[in-house]
């Protein structure tokens, strides 16, 4: 079992930044590869950020392409996702997640509660 805790959200003006982190406890000697997802209300479960363990291979969702950086620190199993040029669209909760390196969630077998995002016009 892997368990993954999200900080770092909170409210931003748009045109801001937030960096949000996922630590991860458990059994993290596994090699999982780390996403990013992110939910707005009324609205589908949308594919932000992937990394594989290494960090060799890295994917982003289009919304966010050029805007958003993840990265990780494998000795500190921490995933961190940083948010620049922050729009008002970009309002969700954000939930990191742990798995097969992919852009579906079907993947990913652990799960964040997730961290709310909120960026003001």
């Known amino acids: 079992q892997v368990q993954l805790v999200e900080s770092g959200g909170g409210l931003v003006q748009a045109g801001g930044s937030l960096r949000l982190s996922c630590a991860a406890s458990?059994?993290?000697?596994?090699?999982?590869?780390m996403g990013w997802f992110r939910q707005a209300p009324g609205k589908e479960r949308e594919f932000v950020a992937a990394?594989?363990?290494?960090?060799?291979?890295?994917n982003y969702g289009d919304s966010v392409n050029g805007r958003f950086t993840i990265a990780r620190d494998n000795a500190k199993n921490t995933v961190y996702l940083q948010m620049n040029s922050l729009k008002p669209e970009d309002t969700a909760v954000y939930h990191c997640?742990?798995?097969?390196?992919?852009?579906?969630?079907?993947?990913?077998?652990?799960w964040g509660q997730g961290t709310q995002v909120t960026v003001s016009s």
């Open positions: 997640a742990a798995g097969i390196y992919s852009t579906s969630a079907s993947s990913y077998a652990y």
């Open positions: 458990g059994r993290t000697s596994s090699r999982y590869a």
């Open positions: 990394i594989t363990w290494s960090g060799g291979s890295i």
